[in-house]
């Protein structure tokens, strides 16, 4: 156990719809990343918020959008759903922005299906 | 551009030793990590090399060269709970994203 617990652990839905994926870090990390891994795929990096504010994007589409609330938890939110979002999101928290170690620790993640 | 690089696949047997080897071309240089991922769970952390030279820990070792480009994972008295997929990240910036390859998916083979 990891320390970062996500919710829902599945989810089901279908094309057209929105849906909000949940993640709360470990206690005293400040930092939130965001992964989309689809089947047989690599992790495909999201974005990144530290302390509330966003530090880094990566390829997140424009229907996605994410944040991160004063007690740190975070959200990512996924809308107009295509069945190509398929996939397993991760959600990642370590301690800083950066750093000489700072190892990322990961949440089970959230299997979603897009019928 | 920034491109990470590992086999897709390798085969070893059990008891034997294997190395997983990562090459990266990538835009500055903060680090490098190894990650393990069984099938349909969160990757978890193994190994972090930033410096050259090898670290171990335990049956896991990770070597680094950084003016190669190249780092291996090499795993000792493999167990068939080792067959799982092989993550290296590097990580890159001033907001230190990590960069994923694709992984590397190792097979144990009674």
């Known amino acids: 156990d990891s320390g970062v617990t996500q919710t829902p652990k599945h989810l089901i839905t279908a094309t057209g719809q929105r849906v909000t994926l949940r993640c709360s870090p470990r206690s005293g990390d400040l930092s939130v990343y965001w992964y989309q891994q689809s089947l047989d795929q690599g992790l495909q990096f999201l974005i990144h918020?530290?302390?509330?504010?966003?530090?880094a994007k990566g390829n997140i589409l424009e229907r996605f959008s994410a944040q991160q609330f004063p007690d740190l938890h975070s959200e990512l939110n996924l809308s107009s759903l295509e069945l190509g979002d398929s996939a397993l999101y991760f959600c990642?928290?370590?301690?800083?922005?950066?750093?000489?170690?700072?190892?990322?620790?990961f949440g089970p993640g959230t299997r979603l299906t897009v019928l | 551009g920034q491109n990470i690089d590992q086999p897709t696949e390798m085969t070893a047997t059990e008891g034997a030793i294997v190395q997983i080897n990562c090459t990266y071309q990538?835009?500055?240089?903060?680090?490098l990590f190894w990650y393990q991922q069984h099938a349909g769970e969160a990757p978890t952390f193994l190994s972090y090399n930033v410096l050259d030279g090898l670290e171990e820990k335990g049956r896991f070792s990770s070597f680094l060269s950084r003016s190669k480009g190249y780092s291996y994972l090499l795993l000792k008295e493999l167990q068939m709970k080792d067959s799982a997929s092989y993550l290296c990240?590097?990580?890159?910036?001033?907001?230190?994203?990590?960069?994923w390859g694709a992984g590397t998916k190792l097979i144990i083979k009674p």
């Open positions: 990642a928290s370590s301690v800083g922005a950066g750093g000489r170690h700072n190892e990322q620790f």
């Open positions: 918020y530290y302390n509330g504010e966003e530090r």
């Open positions: 990538t835009s500055g240089f903060n680090g």
């Open positions: 990240a590097v990580r890159v910036g001033s907001n230190y994203q990590l960069i």
